[in-house]
């Protein structure tokens, strides 16, 4: 049948008395049709925009506490890293320091559980640039004092007096847990004065402790718990950790902000 054949050789012609102009709209319509209504469903598809209030990003502020004069510079043994090689720290007294896991943990022993002059002021205390304020984390374990008798350990700021180290004194300030006197004590050196003693069970377990220290106060966190803490004004010095009388351990300990 004429006209039917649409598989023939031969394209079909167009009707007679149609332009090519004419022709190019009647193709064009449809595609254009089709992009107007890719736009439109497209645009329906999309999420509303909700304008809103202008929000600052946020931001974290990792710089010292409020009210520090100078921030921490531990010597860090690599750097970008906040752990504590107590290695690299020099010793006073009459101190005997084995380190071990690299200086993250060091046991510190006077050889004598007597309270004397020579056994009071021993320890390791950090070299470099004096610091105002520090937050220290880690772990300690007490080795051989006992409830009662004169002896403990402390954590602290202070600066090493003039002269041999094995016979220096210890000026400023530091946590201690004091076997002697049965509890916490936040003392001041070298009077050995305290701003109160805060009774506790010591023993030789294993304990995690937060020591913070700024220029307003300084604070002694047992176990996730805060045991004492105390405000006035503090000096500069270095972090420092002592013994007197025994032995007790110190391991893992980070600088923080």
């Known amino acids: 049948m004429d006209g039917v054949g649409t598989e023939s050789g031969e394209p079909p012609k167009p009707p007679r008395g149609l332009s090519r102009r004419a022709l190019g709209a009647l193709v064009a319509a449809p595609i254009t049709l089709g992009i107007i209504t890719f736009v439109v469903i497209g645009s329906l598809s999309r999420p509303p925009t909700i304008a809103g209030p202008n929000v600052a990003p946020f931001t974290t502020d990792m710089g010292p506490p409020a009210g520090s004069k100078v921030g921490v510079v531990p010597d860090w043994p690599m750097p970008g890293s906040n752990q ?25 022993d006077t050889h004598d559980t007597t309270d004397t002059w020579q056994t009071k002021w021993s320890g390791l205390i950090q070299q470099g640039p004096a610091v105002c304020s520090f937050r220290l984390t880690g772990s300690v374990r007490d080795v051989s004092h006992t409830a009662g008798v004169p002896g403990g350990f402390g954590i602290g700021l202070a600066d090493l007096g003039p002269g041999d180290p094995k016979q220096a004194e210890l000026t400023g300030s530091a946590v201690q847990f004091d076997f002697g006197q049965g509890g916490y004590r936040m003392a001041i050196y070298p009077r050995d004065d305290d701003n109160g003693l805060i009774p506790a069970e010591l023993d030789s377990r294993w304990h995690t402790v937060e020591i913070t220290v700024d220029p307003q106060s300084s604070s002694l966190a047992v176990d996730g718990r805060q045991v004492a803490t105390t405000t006035g004004p503090a000096r500069c010095g270095h972090p420092v950790v002592r013994v007197w009388a025994g032995a007790a351990e110190f391991a893992d300990f980070q600088f923080g902000t």
């Open 84 to 108: 504590v090689d107590f290695s690299s720290w020099a010793r006073f007294g009459a101190i005997d320091a084995r380190f071990t896991d690299g200086g993250r943990s060091v046991m510190l």
